[in-house]
């Protein structure tokens, strides 16, 4: 048993459903179940029973579960203790980040990481691609929270923290909603509601219709809530990131996955050579609980 196998356990329990655990916690849904099973598998019990996508918890779940929480808080507490006998950590980080932190699983990492090292002083600010890019480049950040396609600059580094991938959004009531996959071809004619332009994920969008031979019609430009409701009554259809949108009330609106899926990841970027802590930082993002697609 690994101590990720323990705190996704713990997870599925405070979220309520896998899905939304795997959400919360950066990791597919398929990668938490295989976590869950082989523990399972060598406690030799079953911990959950699953009436539909929610869950619940044995007679034996529930011994695991107080178990769990001790062994956690054991856990975090010794790390914490150690912290002082080891190279602590100081210095000061600047982030700048989109705000997504939330749907794919980074900030919890940001609190674990803030409680065991409290000598490095994070600063976050959300805040719009431009910006960020622009505040990136001239210091204002030491660190940003992006969308792969704006970090193209070869003075920056890249480091993967979360699969996703642009989706269809259309009402319940469209002609494609039946369709398990659609191909970007076939809305040669729909009216696209996309994110303003000034943010990436419309440039990727417009680019992705536009290497698949046409230009978009885009009748508007609004924010991802007024996107879902405008796209609920019917008003147009729309390209969003599958993890982001997932985190929104999708009331008669349907998610289609793309045949050519069109990538939309999200990375920490930096510049060349960064100090010491800005290093550790970057990697206990990138090496807390497995992100998968």
Request: with cysteine.
């Amino acid at each position: 048993m690994t101590i990720d196998q323990a705190e996704f356990f713990v997870a599925i329990i405070k979220y309520g459903t896998y899905y939304e655990a795997a959400e919360q916690l950066g990791i597919s849904q398929s990668s938490l179940s295989k976590q869950i099973i082989n523990l399972e598998n060598e406690l030799n019990v079953k911990l959950f029973l699953r009436q539909n996508r929610t869950v619940h918890l044995t007679e034996a779940g529930a011994v695991f579960y107080r178990h769990a929480q001790t062994l956690l808080r054991d856990y975090h507490e010794m790390r914490t203790e150690l912290s002082a006998y080891s190279e602590t950590l100081s210095g000061m980080i600047k982030m700048g980040t989109l705000p997504i932190l939330s749907q794919y699983g980074i900030t919890d990492r940001l609190r674990r990481f803030m409680k065991e090292y409290p000598k490095v002083i994070v600063e976050i600010e959300e805040i719009e691609d431009t910006e960020l890019l622009r505040g990136l480049r001239y210091g204002k950040y030491d660190l940003a929270i992006a969308r792969d396609e704006i970090i193209k600059d070869r003075v920056f580094s890249a480091t993967l923290l979360a699969h996703d991938r642009l989706v269809l959004l259309v009402s319940r009531s469209h002609s494609l909603a039946g369709k398990e996959t659609i191909t970007l071809e076939a809305l040669k004619d729909e009216p696209f509601i996309l994110m303003h332009p000034h943010i990436s994920v419309h440039d990727l969008a417009v680019s992705a219709c536009m290497a698949a031979g046409f230009s978009p019609q885009v009748i508007r430009t609004a924010r991802i809530e007024s996107i879902i409701d405008a796209v609920r009554i019917g008003e147009g259809v729309s390209l969003l990131c599958e993890k982001q949108v997932s985190a929104f009330k999708l009331d008669e609106v349907v998610l289609l996955r793309l045949d050519c899926p069109v990538e939309a990841n999200v990375v920490i970027a930096n510049r060349i050579k960064p100090p010491e802590h800005i290093r550790s930082f970057i990697k206990y993002l990138k090496t807390g609980p497995v992100i998968d697609s």
